[in-house]
């Protein structure tokens, strides 16, 4: 089957059958990212609001929200509405605009969780100059050009994989428009992109896990010298939370990216896409709150104010920022 330049777009297989079991987990998939979406614009108002949230590490920490609410977005809307319409085809210029959201936002991640660890390494082994080494001026440029290196990343592989003629059939084993799957319908030799493909992976995620690394293993060794074990203490819960997401994120990535292609399984490649596009984000909010004192009180704060006091003494929330209270509602 000749598709030429793939004008007749694709057919995405999706993750689940319709089976008894698969519905129960298609079930379960989206009450994951429901919840991920929740967790992350929850975490988004919290840092927005709160005045004792307003400092460079929040900021990152909010565009990391910010990416992963709009990942859970991009994906899972369209792969509930192949499952439940039954139809799963996807045009090429869908593809090729998913190819290039997912990689700008996996990319921007890459980059963005470097400059946290930065930021991290900053405030504990260089505490007096803290707000010099990461002014907001800094810091606002370590996210803009998060955004844009994966942006031009995304960019450059989407063009470049839908440069390629399709003859393989336009059917793929998977539930979203990814790269390296795209890549196994492609008639002729795609070994040259997929060389480049590996160089830019390792240009985004072993360059920047590497100064991740370094920048913890700095922190760890400041730690280990600490005279005060409540400040020790609560450095390194900040870090493990970090270090945590770190681990998810990369494992993941990793995984899907740099593996050899002989070794690839579509079935192994589809759980490993679903845990790091839709589990990860719900569990990176979780992380943050359950392991950050700072953002536990925000919370609390806001829940307490939003809490009402008597039947007759209604509070009505306008906002996570405060609310006002109205008396006379029984």
Not at 7 to 28: K, M, P, S, W
Request: hydrophobic share 50%.
């Amino acid at each position: 089957m000749d598709m030429g330049n793939a004008t007749a777009g694709f057919i995405l297989l999706g993750l689940f059958n319709h089976t008894r079991a698969h519905l129960v987990l298609f079930v379960l998939v989206l009450t994951v990212a429901l919840n991920s979406v929740a967790g992350n614009a929850l975490l988004l108002l919290l840092i927005h609001q709160d005045r004792r949230l307003h400092t460079p590490m929040y900021f990152l920490l909010s565009q990391l929200s910010l990416m992963d609410m709009m990942l859970v977005s991009t994906i899972v809307p369209q792969m509930a509405a192949h499952y439940l319409t039954g139809k799963k085809s996807i045009s090429a210029a869908g593809c090729g605009f998913q190819i290039f959201i997912f990689l700008t936002l996996e990319g921007g991640e890459c980059f963005l969780l470097a400059a946290m660890s930065y930021d991290r390494y900053v405030a504990i082994c260089r505490p007096l100059r803290y707000s010099v080494l990461m002014s907001w001026q800094l810091c606002l440029r370590l996210s803009l050009g998060s955004w844009l290196l994966g942006a031009a990343d995304g960019a450059m592989q989407a063009a470049a994989t839908l440069s390629f003629r399709f003859c393989r059939g336009n059917e793929m084993d998977h539930f979203f428009c990814e790269a390296p799957v795209l890549l196994r319908l492609a008639c002729g030799n795609t070994a040259a992109f997929e060389f480049v493909m590996y160089i830019c992976c390792v240009l985004m995620l072993l360059v920047p896990l590497s100064l991740i690394l370094t920048s913890y293993g700095l922190i760890l060794a400041t730690v280990l010298q600490m005279r005060s074990v409540e400040a020790g203490k609560k450095a390194f819960a900040t870090c493990s939370s970090h270090l945590a997401v770190v681990a998810l994120f990369y494992g993941a990535a990793i995984f899907i990216y740099m593996r050899p292609t002989s070794s690839r399984s579509a079935k192994h490649d589809k759980i490993v896409s679903a845990f790091y596009t839709i589990v990860t984000p719900m569990l990176n909010p979780l992380i943050y709150s359950l392991r950050n004192s700072e953002v536990k009180g925000s919370l609390r704060k806001r829940v307490t104010h939003c809490a009402p006091l008597t039947r007759k003494d209604a509070l009505v929330c306008l906002d996570l920022g405060g609310c006002t209270k109205r008396k006379g509602i029984q």
